[in-house]
């Protein structure tokens, strides 16, 4: 017998109003931001703002949808058990991951570029080194992320959900599409914009020493 929150239209609305409110952050006045245009110190407030509140807020709403539909519909999709057990080691990795963004590699850029604006001399303040050999390891971590996502991907078959899920199973489905959408764009913008533009300054700077 199926549950009773498949035939229930009132709270899967209320369900989705939540995700809507946790996924906010995906609007298409973000879509459009010139990211390319935007100095380090804008990227990072943008990338912290948006990307790093987006995930802190959506991962323990989805590892509890998750946790509920493996509970109902483990046994019948088993593989919902691995899903939760990826996705548990996802967390564990972008929250550390976080961590050391916010507290060591993103000030160290916000200094670095401190100098770099102001053309002060670094060589007795700032080993550049700091930065750089930080960046190697974040885009490292990012290739773990993308790849426990790629897998969470695959187990749940593009995000289809099976004909017997109810609505949680649904919202679980779509709360994870639209995380690995914002990882998605969230890692371009380190790996991509944020880092090339570390690494120019880190470049200029060594060379004018």
Known sequence: MLEACEHDMKKYDALMHDLEDALQQNTPENLRVNF???SPEELIDYIVSHHHSFVKKALPHIRL????TESKHGLRHPLLREILRQFDQLSIELENHMFKEEE???????????FFVSGKDYDHLFNVRMVSDPISLMMKEHEIAGSLMAIIHKLTDNYQAPNDACNTFFLTYHELREFEA???????????????KAK???D????QA
């Open 104 to 114: 060591i590699l993103f000030p160290r850029i916000r200094k670095i570029n401190e």
């Open 204 to 207: 200029k700077m060594v060379a």
């Open 182 to 196: 914002d990882l998605h764009q969230h890692m371009h913008l380190e790996n991509n914009i944020l880092f090339p």
């Open 36 to 38: 390319e245009a935007l």
């Open 200 to 202: 120019v300054m880190i």
């Open 65 to 68: 949808h998750l946790q509920k």
